[in-house]
């Protein structure tokens, strides 16, 4: 069945970069929306970053050019390139698809800190 697995998540310094993926299975992977989603411990799950299928992408404000959404339809294997990393960015970011009911990956842990 339907699984997302995130990784390339870690510890980096205010102003650093990290790259995280997400790997889909037990679906055709090139014909859905994917979404990248963030949640604080305590917090609701946020939005970050949308791809559609034919690669147009929507972001939330707050990201302010920092991040870019990409993805390998061979690899069926979505990314998010962050960069210039802000200590409010910590949390852990989760991948999405929507379609037809919500599909959640385990999350991958950010931090941003000195």
């Known amino acids: 069945q339907v699984q997302l697995v995130e990784s390339g998540g870690g510890l980096v310094q205010p102003g650093g970069s990290l790259r995280l993926s997400c790997t889909g299975s037990?679906?055709?992977?090139?014909?859905?929306?994917m979404n990248w989603y963030r949640q604080i411990p305590g917090a609701q799950r946020e939005f970050v970053a949308t791809?559609?299928?034919?690669?147009?992408?929507l972001y939330a404000d707050f990201v302010k050019g920092r991040f870019t959404i990409s993805r390998d339809n061979a690899k069926s294997t979505m990314y998010l390139q962050m960069n210039n990393l802000k200590p409010e960015d910590t949390a852990v970011y989760y991948c999405?698809?929507?379609?037809?009911?919500?599909?959640w990956g385990q999350g991958t842990q950010v931090t941003v800190s000195s």
């Open positions: 999405n698809r929507h379609f037809q009911r919500d599909y």
């Open positions: 037990g679906f055709m992977f090139s014909i859905f929306n």
């Open positions: 791809i559609t299928s034919s690669g147009s992408t």
